[in-house]
């Protein structure tokens, strides 16, 4: 592909009257139940549940999105962790008709796809909605023959699924034939591998309610989501996403560091390629997420020392700062599209250092480790030897060892295998793989956790928790210091955290103070206003604002009486007095000169 899908796409959907979004942080605001933005249409999620937003009806944008879900299966032709999403939307605007001939028109004449290699899923009915006979009807007054529709349900047809709280609806899948061998057959077969989805329109209509129940939303929305690199593989004809133009440097790069050749080392040059994408946009988003043990901070870690096991598989010299080559092709790529990447590239640079002495160091530690094993099997040998001279130690490293070395040292087993290999001993690999597999059903159950119900997120509970959090911010400034500002929010429906500069532990009075300050402007029933401002305007009137170069062109600004204005998606409480009774459960701190506070109100 010549030009960037990318500048096709929002070109296309302007000239359709949909205004251009920023691409949100690669981590929600103020969404702890989610790590990492999933999909482009989640920061939009308060927007379809009907709240207005400054820009309009018709939104388009390309949105930086992470799933861990697919760590494990990356090294296959298309699975990533990082990867961009390509989207538009009707926020009561335009239904079915306009996405449809929209979607197809994008398709067939920005593209230039061939109609003979489409097909299109739609939804079969279920008791909330009938099948979809209207959208099968309009794909087929686009030209689409019916052989190629196919009614599924909401398995394969309901977005995000029908579990999963907060708005949905079932979709519209659009379907291209990747087989360059084989002409596509006339008649639609979903189940066939070859039919590559590329692209989807959900007719989001619901809101999954807590309770079970399904709720008609406010208004019928579109929300449609197209993934860049999966496309572009299409449309260069390739089966393999890292065939393409926005992989191939990236896995040039790793060929020469590794004097070893793609065709022979697919898995491992994915695993460095895709992480390493990662890894610089998480490391450089302006969210300023570090490697840790917890969160986003802890998926950081693991991408880094990934890169690192894999870069030594294929003998990349990991003592050198073979990485920087590659984290400049990325930047290269990125820096038009998020300025940020840019402005954080040495950072980017010195994260990655920094975790891989640390890692190099860990490797040093388990390798002695393994030493000292090797050593305990001799030590028994000559041992049982003073008693019986044909004494046979058997020389074999348990599942649990090669557990802990995995765990401990972050051995991988196959790097344990092949030490132990060099030195004529055995690894109980299946004992391992039991202790493995328990292990990441149990971490699976934890990351599912954070992944889920991310998009459901505008409770009743939460807006007056956000309202709670602005009016902390102004009690902290006034009764703490006043250049105190957010560093971070995360709001649970149970219970607000909020990060901020300060130099000291709050006394027990500062604490005191802050709250009788928010609980008397909840006595004081204040109305909570809100307005759309440019941010320039939205700065001179004194708002405050934390991510501004991340704004569009219109901003929303939360105002609280006297007390406070802030540049805020919302949604928050429409009086204070909602709020009922605010407290401070926990002040700590978070990291250095960043204090964090846990708050209630009950
Ligand atoms: N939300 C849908 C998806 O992620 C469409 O944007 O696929």
């Known amino acids: 592909m010549k030009e960037n899908i990318k500048d096709l796409y929002i070109n296309f959907f302007v000239s359709k009257g949909h205004k251009q979004i920023p691409s949100s942080s690669?981590?929600?605001?103020?969404?702890?139940?989610?790590?990492?933005?999933?999909?482009?249409?989640?920061?939009?999620?308060?927007?379809?549940?009907?709240?207005?937003?400054?820009?309009?009806?018709?939104?388009?944008?390309?949105?930086?999105?992470?799933?861990?879900?697919?760590?494990?299966?990356?090294?296959?032709?298309?699975?990533?962790?990082?990867?961009?999403?390509?989207g538009n939307w009707s926020l009561g605007d335009y239904f079915k008709k306009e996405a449809i001939s929209w979607s197809f028109e994008f398709l067939t004449k920005v593209l230039n796809l061939d109609i003979n290699r489409l097909a299109f899923t739609v939804f079969a009915g279920n008791e909330y909605v009938p099948a979809d006979e209207e959208s099968a009807s309009l794909w087929e007054a686009q030209g689409v023959s019916r052989d190629r529709i196919a009614f599924l349900p909401a398995e394969d047809n309901w977005w995000p699924s029908m579990e999963q709280f907060g708005p949905c609806g079932s979709d519209t899948e659009m379907f291209y034939w990747i087989d360059n061998e084989t002409p596509a057959p006339k008649v639609f077969d979903p189940s066939d591998k070859r039919w590559m989805e590329i692209w989807n329109n959900v007719f989001m209509q619901f809101n999954h309610l807590e309770s079970g129940e399904f709720v008609q939303l406010k208004q019928k929305n579109v929300d449609t989501g197209m993934g860049v690199e999966r496309t572009t593989a299409v449309l260069d004809g390739l089966d393999d996403n890292y065939l393409t133009e926005i992989w191939q440097p990236i896995i040039k790069e790793i060929e020469k560091l590794s004097n070893k050749n793609y065709s022979d080392h697919k898995k491992p040059m994915r695993v460095i390629a895709d992480h390493m994408r990662a890894i610089v946009m998480i490391a450089g988003d302006d969210a300023g997420i570090v490697p840790s043990n917890t969160d986003q901070g802890y998926i950081l870690r693991r991408l880094i020392r990934r890169v690192i096991r894999f870069a030594k598989s294929i003998e990349i010299d990991t003592s050198t700062n073979f990485e920087n080559g590659i984290i400049d092709i990325i930047v290269d790529q990125f820096k038009n599209y998020y300025p940020e990447i840019l402005k954080n590239e040495q950072t980017i640079k010195n994260v990655f250092m920094e975790e891989k002495n640390k890692f190099n160091k860990t490797l040093e530690n388990g390798?002695?480790?393994?030493?000292?094993?090797?050593?305990?099997?001799?030590?028994?040998?000559?041992?049982?030897?003073?008693?019986?001279?044909?004494?046979?130690?058997?020389?074999?490293?348990?599942?649990?060892?090669?557990?802990?070395?995995?765990?401990?040292?972050?051995?991988?087993?196959?790097?344990?295998?092949?030490?132990?290999?060099?030195?004529?001993?055995?690894?109980?690999?299946?004992?391992?793989?039991?202790?493995?597999?328990?292990?990441q059903e149990k971490s699976k159950q934890?990351?599912?956790?954070?992944?889920?119900?991310?998009?459901?997120?505008?409770?009743?509970?939460?807006?007056?928790?956000?309202?709670?959090?602005?009016?902390?911010?102004?009690?902290?400034?006034?009764?703490?210091?006043?250049?105190?500002?957010?560093?971070?929010?995360?709001?649970?429906?149970?219970r607000l955290r909020f990060d901020f500069n300060c130099d000291h532990k709050l006394t027990e009075e500062e604490i005191k103070k802050v709250e009788d300050f928010v609980n008397e402007a909840i006595k004081a029933e204040i109305p909570v206003t809100c307005e759309e401002l440019t941010p320039a305007k939205a700065h001179e009137i004194g708002a405050l604002g934390v991510f501004d170069d991340r704004y569009g062109d219109i901003v929303t600004v939360y105002t609280i009486g006297s007390l406070s204005k802030e540049i805020c998606c919302g949604p928050h409480a429409k009086n204070t007095k909602e709020l009922h009774h605010f407290k401070i459960i926990k002040e700590e701190s978070s990291s250095s000169g960043v204090r964090r506070i846990k708050a209630i109100l009950d």
């Open 367 to 439: 390798l002695k480790e393994f030493d000292k094993i090797i050593n305990g099997f001799e030590r028994k040998q000559e041992f049982l030897r003073r008693t019986d001279p044909n004494a046979v130690v058997e020389r074999k490293i348990t599942g649990k060892t090669a557990f802990n070395l995995y765990e401990t040292y972050g051995f991988p087993i196959e790097m344990t295998e092949e030490i132990a290999r060099e030195r004529g001993i055995d690894v109980d690999t299946s004992n391992f793989k039991q202790l493995f597999a328990e292990h």
């Open 26 to 86: 690669v981590v929600p605001e103020n969404d702890p139940t989610c790590l990492f933005n999933t999909a482009g249409m989640q920061p939009l999620v308060p927007y379809l549940l009907g709240a207005k937003h400054p820009l309009g009806t018709r939104l388009c944008d390309f949105q930086k999105c992470f799933r861990l879900t697919d760590l494990d299966e990356v090294g296959d032709n298309y699975h990533h962790t990082f990867f961009e999403m390509l």
């Open 446 to 494: 934890g990351s599912e956790q954070k992944f889920k119900g991310g998009l459901s997120d505008a409770s009743v509970e939460t807006a007056r928790l956000h309202t709670a959090t602005h009016l902390m911010q102004a009690g902290l400034q006034k009764y703490v210091s006043a250049d105190i500002r957010q560093k971070g929010s995360n709001i649970t429906p149970e």
